[in-house]
């Protein structure tokens, strides 16, 4: 008697995880919220790795702005350990 083993299939799959989340900030209410700390944008800026401060400047400057998460980490811990509240951050 010849029995016969069936292969088992495989299952087809992947996975996906998120690379960059975008944030939406609003400048005036950034500039706001560092000034009232008591935080230059320079010294948001130099915490963050840049040499000058046109990023951060860029950010406060107008209405709202898209930033990615990893960006937004940086500036976020800056504007933390000077303490302001951050909502909405889960980053």
Known sequence: MVTTTKKKKKINKFTVKAV????LINGAKFRKAIETAGLKQSDIAEACGHTDATRICHIARGGDRKISGDKLAC???CMTEAGIVVEGFDG
């Open 75 to 77: 500036i976020l811990d």
């Open 20 to 23: 960059e989340t975008i944030y």
